[in-house]
C-alpha cells in the first residue's frame, strides 16, 4: 500500500472509519487551500490522544452540548465517525447559518482535519458568542486544547520540513475570536465574507493582580474578577496562554491580498518579514519538548543608576552606598522550566507556569499591587535631589520625581505626535527613550527610623517636596517582561533540530481596569460615527501595540541558552513581534454582518497586544527604551513608574491616558491639572465615571442631603462636588482632590481603601461608548467656543454624572446641594420631560478672575475648591449605537439643558430656562 493512502485509512481506522469507501470520503471533503498542499492529506492521531478524544465527546453527551447540537442542526449526529468528516448537505447548513451564533462559522463539517476553526465541534466549544441555556457545563482550556490537538494530529507535516530559511518553529500566543475582532486584508470590501479564526502574536500580555486567575469558561476566556464572592474588590492575575507551532516564514506582498491578515498595517508592513502558524505541535505525540521562562523586573536598578550629565551632588540620584544594584530589589530574575525546576541559582518568584496540555499559560504569582522595598532586612531608599527646572522640563510632576534628563526630546516630540501626527500617534518615535522610571514616588520619607508619609498643609509638604534631599523609601511591583521558550528532545527528527525556535516576547504588566473593552472599539467607533479621530483625547489615545513595530527586550535571555539573548536585533520577524494576525483562509462560508468590533454581541477577554496601548507618557503596558547609544530601540517595561500606581495616577488623570487600560480620572483632578503649553486647556473628561464609581465624600451632596454614606472610587479617592460655602458669602464652589496631594500608592498600601475593581470591570464597550458619545453631544451644546467642535478642547468640568435608569417614572439629582438654589433641587426637574434611560451630566466653568477664590479646603488638607463661574446642567437619553438590532445612531438625542451663571442667590428655580436640543 502506498503510503498516503496508508496514512489515510490508519487514520480513518483510529475514527472507526475504515468501513467508509475512501474515495468518496475525500473527493466530498472540503478543499483545503490556506496553508498549501502539503497539508492534504491525514496523518493518524495516537491510541491515546483518540481515547481523550472519546472522553471528551462522552463529557459533551453528559452535559447536553451534542443533544443541543442536534436540535441546531435538525438531525441526529452521525453514527459512524467518517461523516463528521464530510461537508454538512446544504439543507442542515442553512438551517446553522440561520442561527446568529454560527453565521460566523467558517466551515462546513463537524471535524475539518488540520483547522480546529472550520471545525463545527470545536466553534461550538470553543465560541464565547455560543452559549446554549440547556447545557449544564462548559469546558475548559484543556478541553479546548485537547480539540485542538485531535485536529491538528490529523494532518502531516509538510515535505520540505527541513528547508530551515522557510520554516521556524515558534512559541505563539493565540486564542479563537469572533468574527467581530478578526483581522482583514487592507480597506477589505464590506461583502467580503469574514469568520471566527484563531488570532497570533510572537508576543502575549499577562496582567498582575493580588488574586489567583480566574477561568470563565461561559466568555471562553480569563477574567480579572476573582473566584468566589469574598474578594471581589480585588483583582485576580490574567495569564497569557501560548503554544508552540510550526510557522512559515513569509513576506505579506500585497497588503490587499496579504498572506496572512494583520489587525493593523504600517506603512513599511509589504517589506517585513511575519509568521504564518502552519500547524501546533502537539506535545509528548509529534515532539518531545519542554517550556520555559526567562523574565528581568529591573525598574529600581535602572532608578538607582539613572544619571543625568552635567548634574553634580545632591542633583543627581544616590542609593545608599551598601546596597547591592545587581540583586533583588533592585534587579530580579526569573528563570524556570515548565516543571518549577530553577534555570539560575537565585531565581525570584514573579511567574508560574502552568501546563494545559500541549499550551501552557504564564502567569503573574499574586501579590500585593505595591510592596515597600527591602534588601536584607533593610529599607531601600533613595535620596531625593532637588528640584530643577528649565525652559520646558523639570525633575518633578505634581510632586513625583521625574527621571528626566534637561536635554530631553520630550516637548519637540510632543508637538509631532500631538500636533503634526495626532491622527496617528506614533510615541514610538520619540526622540526621548525611557531607560529608567519615568516618575517615582517619594512621598514616603524616612525620619528618625521611622516612615512618614508626607502631609501637613499645602506650603510645608511642597516645600518639602522641592528641597528634596530627604530619604525616600521606594517600592517594588510585579511587572516584568521576558520570554517563554521551547527545547526540544536530544531524541527529536533532524528535520526539526535544525529549524530555529523562536520565543515569545511575555510582557507581564499593570492591571487592566476595562477588560470587556479594547481601544479598536474606540477607533471603530470614531470611524464608524465618522467622527474626529480621537477626538476626545487631549492627550494619549486609541493606539495599541499591535499598531507599532519594534523589537522586544534586547536584555532578555533565552533561558535554556543564558549566554544568548532571546531576541538578537538580526532575529527574523523582530521588529513585527507585536503584530496580530491570522491566517487569510478566504473561504466561503462565513458573515458580512461582523465587521464592526464595537457591535459585537458577547463578552470576552483577551492577552493579546491589541489589549495593550501604543501611547508612551510613559506607557500602561510597555514603553519603548533604547540601548546605550540609543541607536536600537526595543520595547521594555522598565521605563514605566516606579511602582506603576504612581504613573498611574498622573496619566489617569490626564483624560485617561489609554482609553480602555486606565480608567478616566480628569474629573477627578482637572481643578489643579495644568494646562498643556501651546494649547491653554487643561485634559478633560473623555471617557466619564458617574459618581459611585469615583466616590461619594463625606461631606459632599450625597452624604449631606440625601442619606448615602461615603465611599471610596476605584482607585480609592473621592471625586469633586458641588457646596455653597456660607462663610464665603453664600458662593458656590466645587470641590475637588489636589492631584499632588492624592497618593495612589498610599492607598494600596490601606487595607481599608486600595482599588477597587469591582466598580469598573463589568462595563462594555456598549456602555462606555454610550457614555462618550453622550458626553460629546452634551459638551458640543454647552461650549458654543470649543475649538473644532472637540471634546478634548473644553474648558468645561464635568463634576457631576450620574446614571438615570428611566427618565420618565423620575430621578434623584442626588449631586445637586439642596442650598445650590433656594432651599431645594427641585428646580433640576424643568425641562421637556424625557423617557428611557440616560445620564444626568452637570458642568462647571470655573471663575479664573484674578480675586476669585482658589483655595486649600481648611477641613480636608488634601481638597481644594474652586468658584464656579456658570454650571450646566444636561438631562439626557442615552441612545444605543452598539447594538446593530436596535440602532438609533442617526436619530437625534433627547437632551435638555440649562445654564446657570451670575449670581446664583438671584436665581430663581421657575425662572430657569431650559434648552432642547
Not at 462548559?138 to 530551515?164: H, K, Q, R, V, W
Not at 487592566?512 to 483625547?537: G, N, Q, T
Not at 503584530?579 to 463578552?603: M, Q, S, W
Request: aromatic share 12%; proline share 6%.
Amino acid at each position: 500500500m502506498e503510503r498516503k493512502e496508508f496514512i489515510k485509512t490508519a487514520s480513518l481506522a483510529v475514527l472507526g472509519l475504515s468501513c467508509f469507501p475512501m474515495n468518496n470520503i475525500f473527493s466530498s471533503l472540503p478543499k483545503i487551500t490556506s496553508t498549501g498542499d502539503a497539508l492534504g492529506y491525514l496523518a493518524r492521531p495516537s491510541a491515546d490522544l483518540a481515547q481523550r478524544m472519546g472522553k471528551l465527546l462522552q463529557w459533551m453527551k453528559e452535559n447536553g452540548w451534542i443533544s443541543y447540537l442536534e436540535s441546531v442542526l435538525g438531525m441526529k449526529l452521525p453514527e459512524k465517525r467518517e461523516e463528521w468528516l464530510k461537508p454538512l448537505n446544504s439543507t442542515v447548513l442553512s438551517r446553522l447559518q440561520q442561527k446568529s451564533e454560527y453565521k460566523d462559522f467558517g466551515g462546513d463539517s463537524l471535524l475539518n482535519p488540520g483547522f480546529p476553526q472550520f471545525s463545527l465541534i470545536y466553534h461550538l466549544l470553543a465560541s464565547p458568542r455560543v452559549r446554549p441555556a440547556t447545557v449544564t457545563a462548559y469546558p475548559g482550556i484543556e478541553d479546548l486544547d485537547l480539540l485542538e490537538d485531535y485536529i491538528f494530529s490529523m494532518t502531516e507535516f509538510p515535505a520540505d520540513l527541513a528547508d530551515s530559511k522557510k520554516y521556524a518553529l515558534a512559541v505563539l500566543a493565540y486564542e479563537y475570536r469572533p468574527a467581530y475582532k478578526i483581522p482583514v486584508p487592507l480597506d477589505m470590501p464590506e461583502e467580503h465574507k469574514i469568520h471566527a479564526d484563531f488570532v497570533f502574536s510572537r508576543a502575549g500580555i499577562g496582567r498582575i493582580g493580588d488574586q489567583p486567575y480566574h477561568y470563565d469558561p461561559v466568555m471562553r476566556s480569563y477574567t480579572n474578577r476573582p473566584a468566589g464572592d469574598l474578594h471581589q474588590k480585588n483583582i485576580a492575575v490574567t495569564p497569557a496562554r501560548y503554544a508552540l507551532f510550526l510557522v512559515e516564514i513569509i513576506s505579506l506582498g500585497d497588503l490587499h491580498n496579504p498572506a496572512i491578515s494583520l489587525l493593523s498595517y504600517e506603512k513599511k508592513d509589504h517589506n517585513r518579514e511575519f509568521l504564518r502558524p502552519i500547524r501546533k505541535i502537539i506535545k509528548n505525540e509529534d515532539l518531545n519538548f519542554i517550556y520555559g521562562e526567562y523574565h528581568r523586573n529591573e525598574k529600581l536598578q535602572r532608578l538607582a543608576t539613572f544619571k543625568i550629565e552635567a548634574k553634580k551632588g545632591e542633583d543627581q540620584v544616590i542609593v545608599s552606598p551598601g546596597d547591592k544594584l545587581d540583586k533583588a530589589p533592585f534587579l530580579r530574575i526569573s528563570a524556570q522550566k515548565e516543571t518549577g525546576e530553577k534555570l539560575i541559582s537565585d531565581s525570584s518568584d514573579m511567574v508560574s507556569l502552568e501546563l494545559k496540555g500541549s499550551s501552557i499559560l504564564l502567569s503573574s504569582i499574586p501579590a500585593p499591587f505595591v510592596r515597600p522595598a527591602f534588601q536584607e532586612s533593610k529599607r531601600v531608599t533613595v535620596k531625593v535631589p532637588r528640584v530643577w527646572k528649565s525652559v520646558l522640563y523639570s525633575n518633578r510632576r505634581y510632586a513625583s520625581f521625574k527621571l528626566i534628563p534637561p536635554d530631553s526630546k520630550d516637548g519637540t516630540d510632543l508637538i509631532i505626535t500631538d500636533g503634526i501626527f495626532r491622527k496617528t500617534r506614533k510615541t514610538a518615535k520619540f526622540g526621548t527613550a525611557r531607560n529608567a522610571p519615568l516618575f517615582a514616588n517619594i512621598k514616603f520619607m524616612q525620619k528618625e527610623g521611622k516612615e512618614i508619609h508626607l502631609d501637613g498643609d499645602y506650603k510645608e509638604f511642597q516645600d518639602t517636596i522641592d528641597n528634596g534631599r530627604y530619604e525616600a523609601g521606594l517600592f517594588e511591583d510585579s511587572i516584568c517582561d521576558g520570554c517563554i521558550q521551547a527545547k526540544l528532545s536530544d531524541d527529536a527528527p533532524l528535520s526539526f533540530r535544525k529549524l530555529t525556535i523562536m520565543p515569545a516576547f511575555s510582557v507581564v504588566t499593570a492591571p487592566d481596569f476595562f477588560p470587556l473593552v479594547d481601544s479598536d472599539d474606540i477607533y471603530e467607533y470614531y470611524r464608524e460615527m465618522d467622527y474626529a479621530m480621537d477626538e476626545h483625547f487631549l492627550e494619549g489615545g486609541t493606539s495599541n501595540l499591535s499598531w507599532l513595530r519594534l523589537r522586544a527586550n534586547k536584555g532578555i535571555k533565552d533561558p535554556f541558552k543564558m549566554d544568548e539573548a532571546a531576541f538578537p536585533v538580526d532575529q527574523r520577524t523582530g521588529d513585527s513581534i507585536f503584530a496580530v494576525a491570522c491566517l487569510n483562509a478566504n473561504r466561503k462560508y462565513g458573515t458580512n454582518e461582523y465587521h464592526i468590533n464595537f457591535k459585537r454581541d458577547y463578552k470576552a477577554t483577551t492577552f493579546l497586544p491589541d489589549s495593550a496601548s501604543g501611547i508612551f507618557y510613559p506607557g500602561w503596558d510597555a514603553t519603548f527604551s533604547s540601548d546605550e547609544k540609543d541607536k536600537d530601540r526595543f520595547f521594555a517595561t522598565f521605563g514605566l513608574g516606579s511602582p506603576f500606581p504612581e504613573d498611574m495616577k498622573l496619566c489617569a488623570a490626564a483624560n485617561g491616558m489609554w482609553p480602555v487600560a486606565s480608567p478616566d480620572a480628569g474629573r477627578t483632578f482637572q481643578g489643579g491639572l495644568e494646562p498643556i503649553t501651546g494649547i491653554g486647556r487643561k485634559p478633560s473628561t473623555s471617557i466619564p465615571l458617574m459618581d459611585e464609581e469615583i466616590g461619594y465624600h463625606k461631606y459632599s451632596p450625597y452624604v449631606q442631603d440625601f442619606s448615602h454614606d461615603p465611599s471610596f472610587g476605584w482607585d480609592g479617592e473621592q471625586g469633586p462636588y458641588i457646596q455653597r460655602i456660607a462663610t464665603e458669602g453664600g458662593k458656590r464652589f466645587v470641590n475637588f482632590t489636589d492631584i499632588a496631594r492624592a497618593d495612589y500608592v498610599e492607598n494600596c498600601l490601606n487595607p481599608k481603601i486600595g482599588f477597587d475593581m469591582s466598580r469598573l470591570r463589568e462595563l462594555d464597550s456598549k456602555e462606555v461608548i454610550s457614555r462618550m458619545d453622550a458626553l460629546r453631544h452634551c459638551v458640543r451644546r454647552i461650549d458654543r467656543k470649543i475649538i473644532f467642535k472637540h471634546v478634548q478642547y473644553t474648558k468645561y468640568w464635568l463634576v457631576a454624572a450620574m446614571p438615570v435608569s428611566d427618565w420618565k417614572t423620575g430621578f434623584k439629582a442626588d449631586c445637586i446641594p439642596k442650598s445650590f438654589i433656594g432651599k431645594d433641587n427641585n428646580w433640576i426637574k424643568g425641562g421637556r420631560c424625557l423617557e428611557k434611560e440616560g445620564y444626568l451630566f452637570i458642568f462647571a466653568l470655573i471663575n479664573n478672575a484674578e480675586k476669585s477664590i482658589d483655595c486649600f479646603d481648611e477641613n480636608d488638607s488634601k481638597r481644594r475648591i474652586q468658584e464656579i463661574k456658570e454650571l450646566c446642567v444636561c438631562k439626557i437619553e442615552k441612545k444605543n449605537l452598539c447594538d446593530p438590532e436596535i440602532d438609533n445612531a442617526d436619530q437625534p438625542y433627547n437632551l435638555t439643558w440649562c445654564s446657570l451663571k451670575g449670581d446664583f442667590d438671584r436665581i430663581a428655580g421657575e425662572n430657569i430656562k431650559w434648552y432642547n436640543g
